[in-house]
């Protein structure tokens, strides 16, 4: 069973910067691709960022230049650092991963953006 724990949310001024973490328990961290996704009220949970086990990145249009997704397989942690954050990025986020057709999702972590 996969587990994982982000943490690093909270409110932050438009302009501003934050950085998610997502500690994940596995045995061989750089197996598994790890995602970020938000979920803003009354929206559909949208992906983020992507990061393959070797390193390569994908982002959405909404994000590309201001996020940067990167992993740290030591630690087994992957990370979301948010800059020039803008109010429609307050969402719930969440770190996803899979491993075959098995889905793992994190609980989540809030972040907040004011005008």
């Known amino acids: 069973q996969v587990q994982l724990v982000e943490s690093g949310g909270g409110l932050v001024q438009a302009g501003g910067s934050l950085r998610l973490s997502c500690a994940a328990s596995?045995?061989?961290?750089?197996?598994?691709?790890m995602r970020w996704y938000r979920q803003a009220p009354g929206l559909q949970r949208e992906l983020v960022a992507t990061i393959s086990g070797g390193g390569t990145t994908n982002y959405a249009d909404s994000v590309k230049g201001r996020f940067i997704i990167s992993r740290d397989n030591a630690k087994k942690t992957v990370y979301l650092q948010m800059n020039s954050l803008k109010p429609e990025d307050t969402a719930v986020y969440y770190c996803?991963?899979?491993?075959?057709?098995?889905?793992?999702w994190g609980q989540g972590t809030q972040v907040t953006v004011s005008s």
């Open positions: 996803n991963t899979n491993r075959l057709v098995n889905q793992y």
């Open positions: 596995v045995t061989i961290f750089s197996n598994y691709a």
